[in-house]
């Protein structure tokens, strides 16, 4: 659908696989009625698109895929995926909030901004931008890896990094 999807306060939305395409905004601010074990929610369409999840809801993969750059999805608040946080085409930006990611960044089309100071992306396991320097804008955010499991991180200019795995190849 090219619209969103507002959770509320007695739903509880499950979710172990497939795909919830949004054309819009993403919210589920009341205490965990969002806590997916699988699938993943992509963003389409030609419409601006924001995440508002709090109470511990989440994410379990975010895929971003809006018809070019010049529509982005962006976060209210602090975010956590579980798994991978893909960018296929259009933007995803982080501004002065935290956004985890257990597993994967992947950057397969589109771009990803981090224009904030405050922003920060905590990524688990890998980093992989197969387009280059024009798809990662990290002006002044940080990328942070952590976890033990083992990393691969492509090539990439980063304004700042802090790296605290046990094994990074």
Do not use: C, H
Not at 35 to 57: K, Q, S
Not at 91 to 101: D, E, K, L, R, S
Not at 146 to 168: D, L, M, R
């Amino acid at each position: 659908t090219n619209n969103g999807i507002l959770i509320g306060t007695a739903a509880n939305l499950q979710m172990s696989g497939g795909t919830l395409r949004l054309g819009w905004n993403f919210q589920a601010t009341y205490a965990n009625t969002f806590l997916p074990t699988g699938g993943a929610v992509e963003f389409i369409g030609n419409r601006l698109g924001a995440i508002d999840l709090t109470n511990g809801n989440k994410l379990f993969n975010l895929l971003i895929n809006k018809p070019g750059l010049s529509y982005s999805v962006s976060s209210y608040n602090a975010l956590q995926i579980d798994n991978d946080l893909t960018i296929q085409n259009g933007v995803f930006g982080i501004g002065a909030i935290t956004v985890t990611v257990n597993r994967d960044v992947l950057i397969n089309g589109g771009r990803l901004e981090m224009p904030n100071a405050s922003a920060l992306l905590k990524v688990g396991r890998n980093w992989s931008n197969g387009i280059g320097s024009a798809a990662f804008i990290e002006s002044s955010g940080t990328v942070y890896f952590f976890s033990a499991q083992t990393a691969t991180i492509s090539a990439e200019t980063f304004n700042k990094v802090n790296i605290e795995k046990t094994a990074v190849s």
